[in-house]
């Protein structure tokens, strides 16, 4: 027990949704625990939200309730503000008004924070307080905590994440079941697993603000949700799955952060990585960050990315670590002034990897002359063919594998093939990541 | 860049090996990144290790060099100390001569703490500085600062980790290769992977020690090394490799920790999980710690457990943490007070769970007849029997598993079994870990 006077630390939470939610019921169930292991005396002073109903739900004092998020902001009672609402407004104008007011803040707004973590992590420089946002990357997963802490003596070099479970989850059933992307996606929209309108997880947006956020962390720079190459999973085909494993391969989203000399290379896609590598056994609607640093090496977070009580969990954590000093009547540290760097974001079309390339083709002698050309003529060097079962239609599949070749170059040859009489289609252009680089430039031990 | 003014932050080390010098080589290495991204003008002030020449071999300045480490505690100059020599004597020593004269300290020292963490947390709280071990439990993955912090608002439920990197070394090459341990130790010490004492590895001490660290923290009790029933895998063989995975499980050296309602449950044994958990998933010298609490449910965190830098990583990571105040002329938060509480320690008697027994015995006909009535005198039901290729000696394997049993009852039967005519020997007994009861307690999502 904590014999020195601690003073209450006044929270006030701003959207009672699912995440909002639970960190009510976290925070009120486990009031008792927090008092008694770490002096903290927590209590959620006001508490913001649409339906007055949720104050009863949650068992909040219906005294606390508000509608207006300006009676929070604006309480001088209120030490630490909690925005659990998500979406640019009024969020941006909740930031604004909280951190001026000199309110430490505690977010897990990735959409907001992938376009603005820089600014808003500024404003909260200038105004002497704390913006803590360890539940907008991953959920549950302690990513954020780790790369502003106990890694901090690294240099960055690679994150590589599973940050969307929706995806991971329709991905892993592809992969399990042999079934197709638009079934997945139906089942799992009646399973809750994906939402009505399911773009932002499916086109790769959710997963591009988590990369911009972890980016910005990891490698001191500006790195915005506009600035990160996006593509989702709608093209990832059964066969394709089914090419991979042939190949020793798995089919997954990934978000990709690199430091390299010539730019911050930022991305999301569809990849194939060794079916042994860790990320590849991270199923169903768990994420996972893989972080390499040049002297810790390889790394690897695991756990749920969303749900109500593991989001609560981080948004919890960041509330305590900012309660700790309040609670013995200090200040929490300040958000340190940005490092003011900008680092050049690299363009897509300068990616150099190995390419997966299927092509829907006339099943006919002499269709894949034209096409062995064409690859030929863009200077980009093919490892293997491989002609799958016939489509049905006077048409058949077949994969190319290529070495090492430009982006650009690759998608000048999937324009020229297109366009080629005897090529129905290119079906499936899929990156395979080099995950050994991935530890270019990690120390070697003694 | 930084703006603010701020004060160089002076390192004293003592012990310059294979993590000293990493953390050595990586402090100078880095030093304008710490300056520039957090304004930290880190510097090694003093180093004591056993050998001059050291110091030449690390480019440090051979002035900052002392083979006596009370220069290093009793210097005025110095802010932290850094303990990386090991051992219980002189680390105990340095540890009370550096916390009683108010410098920070950090260190690696697994063996010390296992047995210590919570007297010189104690001490370090009493003199109103930090005690930081991040290094001694799992190398570079960061779980003891996720624990600490960004995990802090969850109930830790259960820590099962695989937490030596030799004998999980010595298991997949086990594994992957059909060999026995002997031959697999004899070659992982040829290679550097196992010390030509591998005792403090294989059986299973060094994992313990970290289990009483991570459990010490993780519940805010009092666990040592000694609470931590220990057993290695020397007895494990490549047909009980072979058997489990038959089974569906990979065997793994877990140091389990979990909260029960009857007391701590701490114990270091090897283990067969389920082949898709991902703690499967973690092969060769690679640590990894899953991590369930209340509120987040299921996570792991995974990376090296040992090595020059990965170690250092987290060495410097805890420094930076300490330092990042001490720069900017403040003093780091004091250790907490101890948490009051001694939780009671379960015995291993009292474990209940499923077991696999392989038997050498007689290869005749109605050999098993007794041995099937000894289980069921002992109240144990069986749920399924395998007979093994011949031993080729007149007696032949077989391989029972077991329904929930009590450890207790497993010891007595085997007692029994052994004592048999027919029985040549009982050769392995192994726990199959129910890993969905390590998931008891966690809160179910709205």
């Known amino acids: 027990m904590h014999s020195t006077q601690t003073r209450t630390v006044n929270v006030g ?3 009672l949704g699912t ?4 960190t009510a019921r976290l925070i009120m169930r486990h009031h008792d625990e927090y008092l008694h292991a770490y002096g903290i005396d927590l209590k959620i002073a006001r508490a913001c939200g649409l339906d007055p109903a949720r104050v009863d739900e949650l068992g909040l004092d219906p005294a606390i309730f508000t ?3 300006r009676e929070v902001t604006s309480d001088p009672d209120i030490d630490i503000v909690v925005e659990l609402i998500g979406g640019e407004h009024p969020a941006t104008e909740i930031f604004e008004a909280a951190l001026t007011s000199g309110k430490h803040m505690v977010s897990a707004n990735k959409a907001l924070l992938g376009r603005h973590v ?3 992590a500024a404003l909260a420089a200038e105004h002497g307080v704390q913006l803590r946002c360890e539940a907008a990357a991953a959920g549950g997963i302690p990513v954020v905590n780790a790369l502003e ?11 590589a994440g599973i940050l969307n479970g929706t995806t991971n989850y329709i991905l892993s059933r592809m992969t399990a079941e042999g079934l197709d992307f638009a079934e997945v996606l139906a089942d799992a929209q009646r399973l809750g697993y994906a939402e009505a309108d399911p773009s932002a997880d499916v086109d790769g947006f959710d997963a591009a603000s988590k990369v911009a956020i972890l980016s910005s962390i990891a490698f001191h720079t500006r790195v915005t949700t506009d600035d990160v190459y996006m593509q989702g999973i709608r093209n990832v085909s059964a066969d394709d799955i089914d090419q991979a494993r042939e190949l020793g391969y798995a089919i997954k989203l990934l978000g990709i952060a690199r430091w390299t000399s010539s730019g911050i290379d930022a991305r999301v896609h569809p990849v194939m990585i060794p079916r042994d590598h860790m990320l590849a056994s991270v199923s169903g609607a768990m994420n996972a960050v893989y972080v390499v640093g040049d002297a810790v090496g390889e790394t690897m977070f695991y756990g749920a990315g969303a749900g109500s009580f593991p989001t609560a969990s981080a948004v919890v954590g960041d ?3 900012l309660a700790q000093p309040i609670a013995h009547g200090a200040a929490p540290a300040p ?3 940005p490092y003011e760097r900008t680092l050049p974001i690299r363009q897509i079309a300068d990616l150099e990897t190995r390419y997966y390339i299927r092509l829907s083709v006339a099943d006919r002698t002499g269709a894949l002359a034209p096409v062995v050309k064409a690859f030929a003529d863009a200077g980009i060097s093919i490892s293997a063919v491989n002609q799958l079962a016939d489509d049905g239609d006077g048409s058949c599949s077949v994969v190319f594998l290529t070495h090492l070749a430009r982006e650009r170059d690759v998608e000048q040859v999937c324009d020229t093939l297109a366009a080629l009489d005897d090529v129905r289609s290119v079906a499936s ?9 991935w530890l270019d430039g990690v120390e070697k031990n003694d």
């Not at 995440?19 to 639970?22: D, K, P, Q, R, T």
């Open 13 to 15: 939470l701003i959207g």
């Open 19 to 22: 995440v909002g939610g639970g």
């Open 67 to 69: 509608t207006d998020w």
């Open 118 to 120: 820089e600014r808003l």
């Open 149 to 159: 802490h106990a890694l901090v003596g690294n240099n960055v070099l690679c994150i």
């Open 319 to 321: 509330i305590l670590e």
């Open 335 to 337: 958000e340190s002034e």
């Open 429 to 437: 252009v899929i990156r395979i990541e080099d995950v050994d680089a």
